[in-house]
């Protein structure tokens, strides 16, 4: 992702609107390490009403901090909070060749591959779901 996109998208993506939106609306799991934030979730069911399907939304680790299994014990924890859900899906970027291992490694199957306008950049994005009602 261009450098550009990624200041678009964070601009937007955390603006204090939608940042509490999401504090009311979601689920936000914190990592830290020694008193410093080291990585974040955020499962999201919004738009579904009986909410049995999920979106992780956000998932971020920062680099000095991946490999460290810091990122498999906020997902594990998420996915111990989503309750009754049945699938939780995440897009991916088709790039992210770490990001979709890792998500393969815990289950997580592509159920699609498309192209979105992200802020006005064009990405290959790789969908991926988990089924729930079957690895709980």
């Known amino acids: ?17 939608v940042m509490n939106k999401r ?3 979601t689920i936000i799991l914190v990592a830290e390490v020694n008193d410093r934030v080291v990585g974040f979730a955020n499962f999201s069911g919004e738009g579904n009403e009986q909410q049995s399907a999920y979106l992780l939304a956000i998932y971020i680790i920062h680099p000095d901090f991946q490999n460290q299994k810091i990122g498999s014990a906020l997902l594990n924890k998420g996915l111990q909070e989503l309750n009754e859900a ?32 992200f802020f006005g950049h064009h990405l290959q994005t790789v969908q991926m779901s988990l089924d729930l009602c079957n690895s709980k």
């Open 86 to 117: 049945k699938q939780l899906i995440v897009d991916v970027e088709k790039e992210n060749h770490d990001g979709i291992a890792f998500y393969k490694g815990r289950g997580f199957e592509v159920v699609k591959q498309y192209e979105e306008d």
């Open 23 to 25: 504090v009311e609306d």
């Open 1 to 17: 992702m261009s450098e550009e996109a990624q200041a678009d998208f964070l601009r937007n993506a955390y603006s204090k609107q």
